[in-house]
Structure formats: structure tokens, C-alpha cells
């Protein structure tokens, strides 16, 4: 009678087994996120940003002292690595004229890849 038992109990297990096609192509709708935090880039540029005293004069969304972020980004748009390391430099020497005549301060303690970082991150809050 066990014997009986156990064999039915293992038809049923099977009878009530999945009966999904696993070869069958999702169905599933990936949604896409713009959300920029999860990007490495972001988060170092935004770190070293944070770290530093670059909001003493820029802003996100609006011009302060100097130009906001989402202005350089949209002036830079597909700036290349060569136009990158360029604006980095611009981060470690200071300088005026590109923004109108108040000048940038200069951070000649900036390492040149955390400048690159920060110019990276910049680059991403393109309004769209």
C-alpha cells in the first residue's frame, strides 16, 4: 500500500508540473530608467563635487556665481575625451572669458582624473 502511495504521489507531482514553454521568448517588458545615481561616474563626480567647493558657485539647474551644471553639460554635449580633459583643466587652473568675466577659482590640488570625474558627471545632467 506504500508502495502504492509513493507512486501516485509521484504522478501527481508530475501531473501538476509546469507546463511553460522555458524555449518560448519573454514576455516581460524591461523598464528603462534614467536614473543617473546607479552610473559610476556619477557617483565619484558628485562625491568629489560634494568635497570640494564647486557649489559655493554653481548650481544643478541655475546660473549662480558660475554657470550651471546643466549649461555646461548642454555646451559640452558629446564632448569627446580630448574636450573632457580639456574642461578638467580649466577645473585645476581656473580661468575666465568662456562664462562671461568672472572668474573660476582655481584648484591646483585637484588630481587631474578626479577633475576628469567631475567634468564626467557634469556632463550627465543634460536637461532633455
Known amino acids: 500500500m506504500k508502495k502504492l502511495f509513493g507512486i501516485c504521489l509521484i504522478a501527481l507531482a508530475v501531473a501538476c508540473?509546469?507546463?511553460e514553454d522555458k524555449s518560448a521568448p519573454s514576455t516581460e517588458v524591461k523598464k528603462e530608467t534614467n536614473d543617473?545615481?546607479?552610473n559610476p561616474d556619477y557617483q565619484k563626480g558628485l562625491a568629489?563635487?560634494?568635497?570640494?567647493?564647486?557649489?559655493?558657485?554653481?548650481?544643478?539647474?541655475?546660473?549662480?556665481?558660475g554657470p550651471a551644471y546643466a549649461d555646461i553639460a548642454a555646451k559640452y554635449a558629446g564632448a569627446d575625451d580630448a574636450k573632457i580633459k580639456e574642461v578638467a583643466g580649466k577645473i585645476i587652473a581656473g580661468g575666465s572669458g568662456v562664462w562671461g568675466q568672472v572668474p573660476m577659482t582655481p584648484h591646483p590640488a585637484l588630481a587631474e582624473d578626479d577633475a576628469?570625474?567631475?567634468v564626467k558627471y557634469v556632463l550627465l545632467l543634460k536637461k532633455s
Not at 48 to 65: F, P, R, W, Y
Request: hydrophobic fraction near 40%; proline fraction near 0%.
Open 48 to 65: 568629489l563635487i560634494g568635497a570640494n567647493d564647486c557649489l559655493t558657485c554653481h548650481k544643478v539647474n541655475e546660473a549662480s556665481t
Open 17 to 19: 508540473g509546469s507546463n
Open 36 to 38: 543617473l545615481s546607479a
Open 116 to 118: 576628469i570625474a567631475m
